[in-house]
Antibody, heavy 122, light 109 residues
Framework: EVQLVESGGGLVQPGGSLRLSCAAS????????MSWVRQAPGKGLEWVSA????????YYADSVKGRFTISRDNSKNTLYLQMNSLRAEDTAVYYC???????????????WGQGTMVTVSS | EIVMTQSPATLSVSPGERATLSCRAS??????LAWYQQKPGQAPRLLIY???TRATGIPARFSGSGSGTEFTLTISSLQSEDFAVYYC???????????FGPGTKVDIK
């Protein structure tokens, strides 16, 4: 079964850091680009960051550029999101999502994790 | 940045009726448009990609159409499990990023 399981969320103070993980199973992880998408409470979906299958190319939304870093360890089938200088407006459920087709970032997201909640508050 | 808009914000429909949801892009996204369904407390689920191709396991009552800047998701006969929020997403403007519409909530009339 194709599955994504996020972890690492929690409560953090403004200015703090957090690292999210997304464990993948059931598919050849290194063949697929991956993204992080977030959803603030009661709001819509916002794409945050994407990474190519090899990890050699990374992309960020303007709202997180310079503060967040996406990475992956293909030997561990795991995606990461390092979040620094967190702000109240970063409070959201963070989902990892798999690109539908192999070899390419220009794709819909066909598999999503269950999400992990990040709360930035003092 | 491509801005996605959806209408209506809320659609009240009776079970068994047809629902038509609209999505508009601020500039052409070709056919690089997806639709997702999200129920409360759940992750989004891919329904349609390439503007009109149903994802694996999606019932035939869901159909997508359109290209360029105007897109439609049609649910031919609403079932109880279809009441949810629906988002469109463009993935054409790369590496500019992916953008989602604000969503249409389909609720019971």
């Amino acid at each position: 079964e194709v599955q994504l399981v996020e972890s690492g969320g929690g409560l953090v103070q403004p200015g703090g850091s957090l690292r999210l993980s997304c464990a993948a199973s059931g598919f050849t992880f290194s063949s697929y680009a991956m993204s992080w998408v977030r959803q603030a409470p009661g709001k819509g979906l916002e794409w945050v960051s994407a990474i190519s299958g090899s990890g050699g190319s990374t992309y960020y939304a303007d709202s997180v550029k310079g503060r967040f870093t996406i990475s992956r360890d293909n030997s561990k089938n795991t995606l990461y999101l390092q979040m620094n200088s967190l702000r109240a407006e970063d409070t959201a459920v963070y989902y990892c999502a798999k690109a539908k087709a192999a070899a390419g970032l220009v794709n819909a997201f066909d598999i999503w994790g269950q999400g992990t909640m990040v709360t930035v508050s003092s | 940045e491509i801005v996605m808009t959806q209408s209506p914000a809320t659609l009240s429909v009776s079970p068994g009726e047809r629902a038509t949801l609209s999505c508009r892009a601020s500039q052409s996204v070709s056919s690089n448009l997806a639709w997702y369904q999200q129920k409360p407390g759940q992750a989004p689920r891919l329904l349609i990609y390439g503007a009109s191709t149903r994802a694996t396991g999606i019932p035939a009552r869901f159909s997508g159409s359109g290209s360029g800047t105007e897109f439609t998701l049609t649910i031919s006969s609403l079932q109880s499990e279809d009441f949810a929020v629906y988002y469109c997403q463009q993935y054409n403007n790369w590496p500019g990023g992916f953008t989602f519409g604000p969503g249409t909530k389909v609720d019971i009339k």
